[in-house]
């Protein structure tokens, strides 16, 4: 982690992470009916394994 980023700027950094994170999420459940159940669930478990690397980076 950067040592000069301060703790809002991290805090803002993760919220923004999180909103975008439920955005797609909201996206892809909304759409799901034109995928196949194994599909939908492949491309919800990428969304939540991006989410995971972007907060472990910060």
């Known amino acids: 982690?950067?040592?000069?980023?301060?703790k809002y700027e991290l805090i803002e950094n993760i919220a923004?992470?999180?909103?975008?994170?439920v955005r797609s999420n909201a996206?892809?459940?909304?759409s799901k009916d034109s995928y196949s159940?194994?599909?939908y669930n492949r491309m919800l478990e990428g969304?939540?394994?991006d989410l995971i690397m972007r907060l472990e980076q910060k």
């Open 16 to 21: 923004s992470d999180l909103t975008t994170f």
């Open 27 to 30: 996206i892809l459940h909304l």
């Open 37 to 39: 159940c194994n599909e």
């Open 1 to 6: 982690m950067n040592k000069d980023i301060s």
């Open 47 to 49: 969304l939540k394994h």
